[in-house]
C-alpha cells in the first residue's frame, strides 16, 4: 500500500544549516501488519510517519499510497485520506482538558454517539483504564493513561491505518504489553505502524525497519528473523 522511492527530508532548505532528516529511503511496507519503526532518538522516525500519512512534504523522491503519488494530491484529498483512512497517535497526546477520558476518546468518532462511547469503554478498558478512570478529566489521568485515550481515540473510526508514535514511552512493562497486544489485533487486518526506540516492545511486529541517521539501516521480515 505505501512506497518510498528515493524518498528525502530536509529541514530548513532555505538556511544554511540544513538538517537531512530523511536520506533516500526506499523501501514498500506490507498492506496489513505491525511495523516496527526503531532507531535513536533523532533519526527520522516521526519524520518519516509524517510524511507516509502526508502531514509534511517530502524534498525529493516520492511517497507511493495505493499507487498514487502523494506529491500530486490535491491538499483537499489529503485532509480526506487523514480524516477517513489514517489514524494517529502522537508523541504528544492532544487531549481536550475539559473532556473526560470517553469524551476525549470519541471526539471525532464517526459512529453514533452510544454505540460510540460502548465502544470507546471496551477499548479504554482492554487497554488498562479502570471504570472509574473513564471519566476523569486529563489533569487527573496519569501520562501513561492519557497515552491510552489517544490510542483508543485513534482507533475509534477504525482506520485502514495507524500510525502511532512512541505509544508506549509512558507506560510501564505490563500496560505497554496490553497496548502492543492490542495493536497487534488490529494489525490483523489493517496496517499498523509504532515508532519506538524500544526493540523489545516490537520484537512481534510483522516488520521491524531500523532507522540510523536519515537512511534505513535493516529491514527484517518477520519469518526471515530466527
Ligand atoms: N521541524 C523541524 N525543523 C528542523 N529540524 C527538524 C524538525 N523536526 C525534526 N528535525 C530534525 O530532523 C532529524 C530527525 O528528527 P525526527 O524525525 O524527529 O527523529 P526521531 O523521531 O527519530 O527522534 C533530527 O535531526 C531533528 O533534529
Ligand atoms: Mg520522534
Not at 465502544?119 to 487497554?127: D, F, P, R, S
Request: glycine share 8%; aromatic share 8%; no cysteine.
Amino acid at each position: 500500500m505505501f512506497t518510498l522511492k528515493d524518498a528525502t527530508m530536509i529541514y530548513d532548505m532555505d538556511k544554511e544549516e540544513k538538517v537531512y532528516a530523511m536520506k533516500s529511503m526506499n523501501i514498500t511496507f506490507p498492506d496489513t501488519g505491525l511495523v516496527g519503526i526503531i532507531g535513536p532518538s533523532g533519526s527520522g522516525k516521526s519524520t518519516l510517519m509524517y510524511v507516509l500519512s502526508t502531514l509534511k512534504k517530502l524534498t525529493s523522491g516520492q511517497v507511493v499510497y495505493n499507487g498514487k503519488s502523494l506529491s500530486g494530491i490535491s491538499e483537499s484529498e489529503k485532509q480526506r485520506l487523514r480524516r477517513t483512512e489514517f489514524g494517529f497517535v502522537f508523541q504528544r497526546h492532544y487531549l481536550i482538558n475539559y473532556m473526560t477520558a470517553i469524551e476525549n476518546a470519541t471526539v471525532a468518532a464517526t459512529i453514533p454517539p452510544k454505540a460510540a462511547r460502548a465502544k470507546a469503554e471496551n477499548l479504554l478498558q482492554e487497554i488498562g483504564l479502570k471504570k472509574s478512570e473513564l471519566t476523569h478529566k486529563p489533569g487527573k489521568l496519569s501520562g501513561g493513561q492519557r497515552q491510552r485515550v489517544a490510542i483508543a481515540r485513534a482507533m475509534m473510526n477504525d482506520p485502514k491505518v495507524l500510525f502511532a508514535d512512541e505509544p508506549t514511552a509512558s507506560l510501564d512493562h505490563e500496560n505497554a504489553f496490553l497496548v502492543m497486544g492490542k495493536l497487534k489485533e488490529y494489525a490483523k487486518d489493517r496496517l499498523v505502524f509504532v515508532i519506538t526506540h524500544d526493540t523489545t516492545i516490537v520484537q512481534d511486529a510483522d516488520m521491524i525497519v531500523k532507522i540510523w541517521d536519515g537512511s534505513i539501516s535493516e529491514v527484517e521480515k518477520k519469518g526471515e528473523r530466527v
